[in-house]
């Protein structure tokens, strides 16, 4: 039989009711630390210029300042990495400098390619600056002579000069018209005191100043 102090005990933990479970904490409410943004990429490193040997020939006929001016013509034109232009550019890239070359004076100092060979054959700064020297002492020449040629049309005497009167109305009315300041300009001192002027001197006159 039970004693009265188990009944006792036994009553006493009936009594006391279970302790129910410690709740679960509550989920965090902070926000999520924002995902770092992935690095832009690194800018690729720009391709050095192509290094450019000047034939010292060259060097004797174009100032530094020159060349530096035609290299950076010519590379704005420039189809390839390496700096090169294609065969049918180089007549582009002449005319932009100054010169103007005709079709055929391009195509000579080209060696006269095929017409396929004018897109797909190309030509660094060193090669373009030779045939370029070429272009500008034919063109200097040819420019000469068209002046010869000219100015004896007006020579009504033979005698190898013009009336001033008539040539300042040629050079402001034909070909590449000139302003009247600019006539004015390169008539100073040519005239004698009929109104004549001597071609030859005159046509110096204007080569020194071009």
């Known amino acids: 039989m039970a004693t009265d102090k188990q009944n006792a005990d036994?009553?006493?933990?009936?009594?006391?009711?279970?302790?129910?479970?410690?709740?679960?904490?509550?989920?965090?409410?902070?926000?999520?630390?924002?995902?770092k943004s992935p690095a832009p990429?690194?800018?690729?490193?720009?391709?050095?210029?192509?290094?450019?040997?000047?034939?010292?020939?060259?060097?004797r006929e174009f100032s530094t300042d020159q060349i530096e001016d035609f290299k950076e013509a010519f590379l704005l034109f420039a189809k390839t990495s390496a700096g090169e232009i294609s065969f049918g550019q180089c007549g582009d890239v002449m005319r932009a400098l100054g010169q103007n070359p005709t079709n055929a004076q391009v195509l000579e100092v080209l060696g006269m390619p095929k017409a396929e060979?004018?897109?797909?054959?190309?030509?660094?700064?060193?090669?373009?600056?030779?045939?370029?020297?070429?272009?500008?002492?034919?063109?200097?020449k040819g420019t000469y002579?068209?002046?010869?040629?000219?100015?004896?049309?007006?020579?009504?005497?033979?005698?190898?000069?013009?009336?001033?009167?008539?040539?300042?109305?040629?050079?402001?009315?034909?070909?590449?018209?000139l302003t009247i300041g600019e006539v004015e300009q390169l008539m100073v001192g040519q005239e004698?005191?009929?109104?004549?002027?001597?071609?030859?001197?005159?046509?110096?006159?204007?080569?020194?100043?071009?």
Do not use: W
């Open 117 to 140: 060979d004018m897109d797909s054959k190309m030509m660094n700064f060193e090669t373009f600056l030779s045939m370029f020297h070429k272009v500008s002492q034919t063109v200097e």
């Open 145 to 177: 002579e068209d002046f010869v040629e000219g100015l004896r049309v007006f020579d009504k005497q033979g005698d190898g000069t013009v009336m001033g009167a008539e040539l300042r109305h040629v050079l402001a009315t034909l070909g590449e018209r």
């Open 41 to 59: 990429p690194s800018k690729a490193p720009a391709p050095p210029k192509p290094e450019i040997k000047i034939d010292p020939a060259l060097l």
């Open 10 to 35: 036994a009553t006493l933990k009936a009594a006391t009711p279970t302790p129910e479970p410690a709740p679960a904490p509550a989920p965090s409410t902070a926000p999520a630390a924002p995902a």
């Open 192 to 210: 004698d005191m009929n109104g004549y002027i001597n071609c030859e001197d005159f046509i110096k006159h204007i080569m020194t100043n071009q």
